[in-house]
């Protein structure tokens, strides 16, 4: 407990300081330095000695990395834009809490339709839990399906979360949705700018591609700078999760690739069909995912078991059949 406030504290301080002390400097150089090796010093104390396979330890990177991504572009690439301390301060905290006003979101529905939506996310994460538990582990396309359709369908839990805070503010603000359909993607740059993991996509495109773009007037340096920063920080999660220094490489190289394919995708003057394009969008993204999901994957039941899907054991919750095979 007593570590824990004082690394809430460090952060607040943190904050603090690149607010009043180095955003003022005026060689942006300077404050970039000065802004990284606050963030990455604290980063690395906070994220010491976390546990293994521990969700709550995933969570902790997740923050640490966008807090310092999001402090870092405000400190170093947006001095021009006049900010109070109170607006810097929930910018940063954005990434914790991010409350958007209802008109401005997307991908929102009738709460009614939504409370229908979770209740089939639901269902489905938990069936699929329980079946990935009983099945022996290995890799396969077939479990990399599961594997996806477990991550999209877990933000069951932030929709829930979402209803409430349109409840209580009489829907003039909601939370940024985790993702809007991404089996309905038609292209890469559509699956990871509008559909997938939409607060990691904020934050990023925030934080990374919009100053690199301004800078070098190159949206192309813009996303591969984005994805590169992306390959580091799951290849931190993947460290810390589970400690495999052998999923490393692998982990950083499909971001990587997606981010050239993606630079390919916005040069290309060619219009595919729809049909065409969600082929070869689904087929890549099928190919490459063994690159980052084997870890997971492998050694996913000590994971699951440590780590229950939200609500599993309530009782009256209906549970879906289990098929008699397991995912090859």
Known sequence: ???????????????????????????????????????????????????????????????CWLMSIRLIALTSFSTKTLLTFQSFL???????????PKKTAQNQWPII??????????????????????????VSYQRIFMFYLSLTTISYVLDIEMIFVRIL???????????NFPIFSLSLREFWGRRYNRIVHTALK????????????????????????SGLFHVHIWLVAFDDKS????????FFLHGIACSIETNMKIQLPEHVGWIITHTFLLITSP??????????????????????????????????FCPR
């Open 1 to 63: 407990m007593a570590l824990s406030l004082f690394i809430l504290t460090s952060w607040f301080v943190c904050i603090l300081t690149c607010y009043y002390v180095v955003r003022p400097i005026s060689i942006k150089l300077v404050r970039f330095i000065l802004t990284s090796f606050l963030c990455i010093l604290l980063s690395y104390i906070t994220c010491q000695n976390l546990p293994r396979y521990n969700t709550l330890a995933i969570f902790t990177v997740v923050i």
């Open 90 to 100: 929930l910018k940063i905290l954005w990434i914790c809490f991010p409350i958007l």
């Open 113 to 138: 339709h939504s409370i229908i939506l979770i209740i089939i996310k639901l269902l489905i994460n938990h069936w699929i839990y329980r079946w990935l538990i009983k099945c022996e582990l290995g």
């Open 169 to 179: 503010t009489r829907n003039k603000y909601t939370l940024e949705s985790f993702t």
């Open 206 to 229: 925030e934080s990374i591609f919009e100053p690199i773009r301004l800078e070098f007037s190159s949206p192309t340096i813009g996303a591969l700078t984005s994805f590169i920063i």
């Open 247 to 254: 999923s490393l490489l692998p982990t950083f190289m499909f």
């Open 291 to 324: 690159l980052v999901v084997r870890p997971f994957i492998e050694k996913g039941s000590p994971f699951l078991i440590l780590n229950p899907t939200p609500f599993i054991n309530v009782g009256w919750i209906p549970k879906l059949p289990l098929p008699n």
